[in-house]
C-alpha cells in the first residue's frame, strides 16, 4: 500500500536512509560547488593583494578538506541501514562541515573574519528546512562550540593567531563577547529556520494529501462513470431484443396479419408500436452515446457525395415540414463534391438537427440548410471566393489543423435559445425545458450525441442564436 507521508520529508519515518543519503547528496554538490566559489573569491582577494599568501594557503586547504570529506563521508552513510545510525552519522556529516567552515574562518583571519558567520547560518537555515525540527538548534550549538574551539585554540597558542591586518588587535575579552553574541545570533537563526520549516512542512503535508485526496476522487470518478457507460451499454443491449418483438408483433397486429381488430383495439396497438419504436431510439443513442464513452465506437469511413446527401437528408422530412407548414430554403452552392465521412454517424447528426428544427419551430416558419468549405490561409479560414469566414474556432485549434473544412449549417426561425442555453443543450439529458409537462417531446440526447459523432470526426459543433423567439442555427464543421 502507498504511504501516505509526502514522499521528501527526511524528518518522516519510512524509507528514511536512502532519502537521507540523497538529502546529503544534494548537499554534498552545494557545499562543494560553493567551496570552489569561495576559493575563487579567495584566490582573487590574495591576487589583489587584499589577504596574505598564509591566509590563501590555509583557506585552499580548508576548501579541500570541504570538498574531500564528502566521498568518505556519503560512502560510509550510503552502506548504514539502521535509521537511527543513518541519522547519527548525519549529524556527524554536519559536524565535519562545521569543521570545514571554522577552518575557512579560520584562515580568512579568525575573529577579523566574522563577517564570515553567515556561512554557519546558512547551514542551519539549510537543515532547518529540509530535516527534523531539532537539527537547526544543534548545529547552531556545533556552530558556537566550533568558532569557541578555535578562540581558545588561538589563546592557548595550539594554532597561530590568523590574522588580516597583523597591526589590527582584539583582547580577548572582546573575542568572549563576539562569541557570546553569535552564539545568541546563531541560535535566533536556528529558531527561525526551524519555526519556518515547521509551516512549510505542515502546508506541504497538507497539499500532498489534498492531491491524493483529488487523486483518489478522480480514480473513482473515472471508475464510476466507466461503470456506468458499462452498464447501459449491457442494459441498452437487453432491452433491444424484446423492444424488437415489442414493436415486430404490435406491427403484425396493426397490420391485421394476425386477425381483424376493432378501431379501438387498431387505436390501441398503433400506439403499442408508435411508444415502442420511440423507446428502441432511446434506447439506441444511449448505447451509441455509451459506446462513444467507453472508447468503442469506431469510425467508418467512406466518399461521400455530400450534395446529394443533404438533399437526400431534407426530403426525407419532407412530409413532416409539409404537415408543420414550414418553408425550406437550401444554400448548397459552395458545398465540396465529396467529402470522406462515417455515412451513418453524419446521416444520426443531420436527422437529430433537422428534426430538432422542425420540432421547435412554429407552423409559417422557415427551416434552412446549407453547406460550404474553407480553406485554411495565413492562419485563417477563408470561403471559395476568398471571404474571411466567421468561425468560432481557429485554424490552429483542437484537431483543426487541416488544410480545409465543411461548415454544415441547420438554422430555423424557431423558438430560440437563450444565451446560457446554447452551451449546455449539448450535455446528456439537457433540455431546455425538462419538465414533465414540456411541449416537446424528446430525450434530450440527441444533440450530445452529435456532438460525439462530430467530435469523433475531428470536428466541432455549435449552436448561435438571436434569443427567445428568435431562431436558431446549428452548426458543424468536420476537416476535409
Ligand atoms: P431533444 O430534442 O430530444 O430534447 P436534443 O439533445 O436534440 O434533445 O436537444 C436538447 C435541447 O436543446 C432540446 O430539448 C431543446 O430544448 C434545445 N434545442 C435543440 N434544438 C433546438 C432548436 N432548433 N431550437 C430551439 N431549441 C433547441
Known amino acids: 500500500m502507498a504511504s501516505d507521508d509526502p514522499p521528501e520529508t527526511v524528518g518522516k519515518e519510512g524509507d528514511r536512509p536512502p532519502l537521507l543519503y540523497r538529502w546529503h547528496l544534494r548537499g554534498a554538490v552545494v557545499r562543494s560547488s560553493a567551496s570552489l566559489i569561495m576559493w575563487l573569491c579567495c584566490l582573487a582577494a590574495y591576487l589583489l593583494d587584499f589577504i596574505r599568501f598564509q591566509n590563501f594557503i590555509s583557506d585552499t586547504l580548508a576548501v579541500a578538506y570541504l570538498i574531500l570529506m564528502n566521498p568518505p563521508a556519503l560512502w560510509v552513510l550510503k552502506r548504514i541501514k539502521n535509521r537511527k545510525a543513518a541519522d547519527r552519522f548525519g549529524v556527524f556529516i554536519n559536524f565535519l562541515e562545521i569543521v570545514g567552515y571554522t577552518a575557512v574562518i579560520y584562515s580568512f583571519g579568525g575573529i577579523e573574519a566574522s563577517f564570515l558567520l553567515p556561512i554557519y547560518a546558512a547551514l542551519i537555515t539549510y537543515v532547518g528546512i529540509m530535516g527534523p525540527q531539532i ?216 436527422y437529430n438537427l433537422l428534426s430538432n428544427a422542425v420540432k421547435f419551430t412554429p407552423a409559417g416558419g422557415g427551416i434552412g440548410l446549407s453547406a460550404r468549405s474553407y480553406a485554411r490561409k495565413e492562419g485563417r479560414w477563408v470561403t471559395k471566393n476568398g471571404e474571411i469566414a466567421d468561425l468560432p474556432i481557429g485554424p490552429g485549434g483542437e484537431g483543426m489543423d487541416h488544410a480545409g473544412l465543411v461548415e454544415v449549417c441547420v438554422s430555423d426561425t424557431g423558438i430560440g435559445l437563450k444565451g446560457e442555453d446554447l452551451k449546455r443543450i449539448f450535455n446528456p439529458f439537457e433540455q431546455v425545458d425538462g419538465s414533465l409537462s414540456r411541449r416537446y417531446q424528446g430525450t434530450g440526447l440527441g444533440l450530445s450525441l452529435s456532438k460525439r459523432f462530430v467530435e469523433l470526426h475531428h470536428g466541432q459543433i455549435w449552436a448561435e442564436s438571436g434569443g427567445e423567439n428568435h431562431g436558431s442555427a446549428f452548426h458543424f464543421v468536420i476537416p476535409l
Open 135 to 350: 537539527l537547526p538548534f544543534v548545529n547552531a550549538g556545533l556552530c558556537s562550540l566550533a568558532f569557541g574551539v578555535m578562540l581558545t585554540l588561538e589563546y592557548l597558542g595550539v594554532l597561530p593567531p590568523m590574522k588580516i591586518n597583523p597591526n589590527y588587535h582584539i583582547s580577548w575579552t572582546e573575542q568572549l563577547a563576539i562569541l557570546a553574541v553569535t552564539t545568541v545570533l546563531l541560535f535566533i537563526v536556528a529558531f527561525i529556520a526551524s519555526y519556518t520549516a515547521r509551516l512549510l512542512k505542515r502546508n506541504r503535508d497538507k497539499l500532498y494529501r489534498q492531491n491524493r485526496e483529488l487523486e483518489l476522487t478522480a480514480i473513482k470518478a473515472r471508475e464510476s462513470d466507466r461503470l456506468k457507460s458499462e452498464f447501459l451499454a449491457n442494459v441498452s443491449h437487453e432491452f433491444r431484443t424484446p423492444l424488437n418483438a415489442i414493436i415486430g408483433f404490435s406491427e403484425l397486429l396493426r397490420d391485421e396479419c394476425l386477425g381483424t381488430l376493432n378501431d379501438r383495439q387498431r387505436e390501441a396497438v398503433s400506439d403499442i408500436s408508435s411508444s415502442g419504436t420511440h423507446l428502441l431510439s432511446l434506447v439506441n443513442d444511449l448505447l451509441d452515446l455509451s459506446k462513444v464513452e467507453v472508447g468503442k465506437m469506431e469510425l467508418h469511413l467512406s466518399e461521400i457525395r455530400l450534395k446529394s446527401f443533404l438533399e437526400q437528408s431534407l426530403s426525407a422530412f419532407g412530409q413532416r415540414i409539409r404537415e408543420s407548414g414550414l418553408k425550406v430554403s437550401a444554400d448548397l452552392a459552395d458545398c465540396p463534391e465529396v467529402i470522406r465521412a462515417d455515412e451513418r454517424k453524419l446521416t444520426q447528426v443531420l
